[in-house]
């Protein structure tokens, strides 16, 4: 239900941004999230918003990645600057809100000169 866009391949210190469009019925209630997993690791929170605009971000990302939503569009964006060769995985798009817990599928990201 959740439509993930935007990965691929990016320099050290350059920019991607990712998108991912929900359903109106859950982007309306739902903390919206980016998660990712590299090979080997566990699948980890990068940051999330709710509907009130709060943000949390991982300690790896604060300063370099920043997640904003558009109602309008009922869309979570993952704007990332800055990137580093440890950002390397597969992001995920998750909600969570009373209706459950849903995750799209997943968008490769790649940081390599």
């Known amino acids: 239900q959740l439509q993930a866009s935007g990965g691929g391949l990016a320099q050290p210190g350059g920019s991607l941004r990712l998108s991912c469009v929900a359903p109106r019925r859950i982007f309306a209630v739902a903390l919206m999230g980016w998660y990712r997993q590299a090979p080997g690791n566990q699948r980890e929170l990068v940051a999330h918003m709710s509907m009130s605009g709060t943000t949390d971000y991982a300690d790896s990302v604060k300063g370099r990645f920043t997640i904003a939503r558009d109602s309008a569009k009922a869309t979570v964006y993952l704007q990332m600057d800055s990137l580093k060769p440890e950002d390397t995985a597969v992001y995920y798009c998750?909600?969570?809100?009373?209706?459950?817990?849903?995750w799209g599928h997943g968008t490769l990201v790649t940081v390599s000169s």
């Open positions: 998750n909600s969570r809100s009373a209706d459950g817990v849903f």
